[in-house]
């Protein structure tokens, strides 16, 4: 029984604070139960046992947002391109609609999965594995839209902003992104995410995919493109989002001009099944699987060690293998020995990368992209 004054804690704290006290993941309407980092606005985890699929379904799907969600009319929504463009353009969703479309498949994560696992703890939501997902976008190429715009040689930058505002001491959230990356022809604005119209709560009815780079880049509810030789000053592009140039030691501060802003994202791979904690049976076959993604490049190889990282196997790697796309990994294994086992997963990249035994700590906790570990315990 809640006694009053937990009932109080909860209306004051707001729903999340039921999670806390074990009554399991709440629902969110179009979602299956998520792990909940904040009910309001939402950021919802997707459990890491629902990695067992090539493309995220949209209902298991992570969201991350800092302000609250805004309702978007489709009939009045605009998209604006403007600033340094020879032929402004005000596009209602059927003009987008009737431009040519182009499918990307492409992982999202945020900059800050992972963050949980960073020792100093770094403030901010504490991510565990699941602020990411893989999905199939459809839209209209950036590009395109700023040839339609005429856009000017000279400019830059263009600063996005989204249809969501800044409240209270929260600022509004607008990126800019350079040139080179709005031209990639895999740059698009989406309007639909795995086959349906973007859901809501992932940027109705336009969001900007950035494949290969960071979350925070992929504007979501996007209503103006402003191309600029300048980026933008606010909060969320200047100051948040970044890295810095070298590592620092862990807990010490970094001044700002030694950090710079994220771009790409970190090689990385995660443990999908068996279940950390989990056990298993000695002599019997056991399926270990995962997924591996290495932003603006391609995953090349998954290894998979089952004795803390002495010995390592290569993992089998699913034939799905677009750039900015994640590979799913299966490993087969018959444990042998009764005991503790630590499993451990390291990713290879097409560029030669391949995933440390440990990250640099970061003062913004981002880009985690330590060797995955989980133990498992096998019963004679
Ligand atoms: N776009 C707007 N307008 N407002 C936001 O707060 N959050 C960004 C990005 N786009 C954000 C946004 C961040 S930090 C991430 S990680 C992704 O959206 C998350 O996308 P998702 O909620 O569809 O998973």
């Known amino acids: 029984m809640f006694s009053r004054r937990k009932w109080m804690k909860v209306l004051g704290a707001g729903m999340s604070a039921l999670d806390g006290w074990g009554q399991g993941p709440l629902r969110f309407p179009g979602k299956r139960p ?32 800092h302000l ?12 604006k391109l403007g600033g340094m463009v020879s032929n402004p353009l005000t596009l209602t969703l059927d003009d987008l609609k009737k431009m040519p479309q182009v499918k990307v498949p ?38 395109d839209l700023l040839k339609k715009a005429g856009a000017a040689a000279g400019a830059k930058y ?15 959230f607008i990126r800019s992104i350079p040139m080179r990356k709005l031209m ?10 795995n086959g349906a119209p973007l859901p809501e709560i992932h940027g109705f009815p336009a969001r900007l995919i950035v494949p290969g780079w960071d979350g925070a880049s992929w504007v979501k509810w996007v209503t103006e493109m402003d191309l600029s030789e300048e980026s933008s000053k606010g909060f969320y592009f200047a100051t948040a989002y970044r890295y810095p140039k070298f590592s620092p030691a862990p807990g010490s501060a970094v001044k700002p001009e030694d950090m710079e802003v994220l771009e ?25 699987q995962g997924v591996a993604y290495a932003g603006e ?15 390592w196997i290569d993992a089998k790697l699913s034939p799905q293998n677009y750039p900015f796309a994640w590979r799913l990994f299966t490993f087969d ?48």
């Open 106 to 143: 492409a992982t999202l994560e945020c900059a800050g999965n992972g963050r949980a696992n960073y020792r100093p703890k770094v403030p901010g939501l504490q991510w565990s594995k699941g602020a990411m997902g893989n999905a199939e976008w459809r839209g209209v190429r950036v590009a």
């Open 297 to 311: 490049n391609r995953v090349s190889r998954v290894e998979v060690s089952t004795d803390g990282g002495s010995k």
């Open 158 to 172: 263009g600063n996005f902003n989204g249809a969501d505002h800044g409240v209270a001491k929260t600022p509004d």
């Open 264 to 288: 790409g994202m970190a090689l990385t791979s995660y443990f999908a099944r068996p279940a950390h904690g989990s056990t298993a049976k000695k002599g019997s076959p056991l399926r270990l």
């Open 333 to 380: 294994w018959t444990p042998s020995a009764q005991g503790y086992h630590i499993l451990c997963s390291k990713a290879t990249d097409s560029a030669g990368r391949v995933q440390p035994v440990e990250c640099p700590w970061n003062p913004g906790g981002y880009m985690y992209n330590s060797i995955d570990r989980i133990g498992v315990t096998v019963e004679a």
């Open 184 to 193: 990639h022809e895999a740059t698009i604005v989406a309007l639909e995410m």
């Open 34 to 65: 998520m792990l909940v980092q904040n009910d309001f606005p939402e950021d919802l985890e997707t459990p890491v046992e629902y990695f067992d699929t090539w493309i995220t379904p949209n209902d298991a799907f992570f969201v991350r947002q």
């Open 68 to 79: 609250p969600r805004p309702k978007v009319d489709a009939g009045s929504w605009r998209l």
